[in-house]
T-cell receptor, first 114, second 108 residues
């Protein structure tokens, strides 16, 4: 099994640009999570999908952030427009059934907004 | 106020030592997770607990729901155990709260 795949692994962009982060969960997993990690705030859960449906997006910081899961094998996290304070490592994780299960994390995308 | 507090923040141990990392939380929870973040940044889920104790190899995790406390123990520590260990709790619904992590260094 390839595990959770994220792309790109590193992204450097300029303030105001649109950024799209991608995630492919483990095949057969029904739940998908997007997290953000910064030195100041640690790990934060941004949004959680179950069976491709967003269940809770209360962790999404503001309207500049949006996430989609058009099918069971793909999800995107978009930031438009990006700001320097969005610089962080963004992790995607998936779990077999629900958020009660063990989560499998992707390698993360390190985003730097200049 | 942090809903999840970990101690210690930093820990250095000699290879072979028994290690304990503590996690206290202030909210009612339905599950507690222990995560390991390697120096390269990758995150691995070690345990998910709702009661009692779990063991995997040299790692043991316990939880006391009444005292709102969990511990992660590492027996016969090894330099490859060097990582940041993060405690996370899940409330009813989908709220997750994360500790700030314990940075462990095991010296050969």
């Amino acid at each position: 099994d390839a595990g959770v795949i994220q792309s790109p692994r590193h992204e450097v962009t300029e303030m105001g640009q649109e950024v799209t982060l991608r995630c492919k969960p483990i095949s057969g997993h029904n739940s998908l999570f997007w997290y953000r990690q910064t030195m100041m705030r640690g790990l934060e859960l941004l949004i959680y999908f179950n069976n491709n449906v967003p269940i809770d997006d209360s962790g999404m910081p503001e309207d500049r952030f949006s996430a989609k899961m058009p099918n069971a094998s793909f999800s995107t996290l978009k930031i438009q427009p990006s700001e320097p304070r969005d610089s962080a490592v963004y992790f995607c994780a998936s779990s077999p059934f629900r958020y009660t299960d063990t989560q499998y994390f992707g390698p993360g995308t390190r985003l730097t907004v200049l | 106020k942090n809903e999840v507090e970990q101690s210690p923040q930093n820990l250095t141990a000699q290879e072979g030592e028994f290690i304990t990392i503590n996690c206290s939380y202030s909210v009612g929870i339905s599950a507690l997770h222990w995560l390991q973040q390697h120096p390269g940044g990758g995150i691995v889920s070690l345990f998910m607990l709702s009661s009692g104790k779990k063991k995997h190899g040299r790692l043991i995790a316990t939880i006391n729901i009444q005292e709102k406390h969990s511990s992660l123990h590492i027996t016969a520590s090894h330099p490859r155990d060097s990582a940041v260990y993060i405690c996370a709790v899940r409330r009813g619904g989908n709220q997750f709260y994360f500790g700030t992590g314990t940075s462990l260094t095991v010296i050969p």
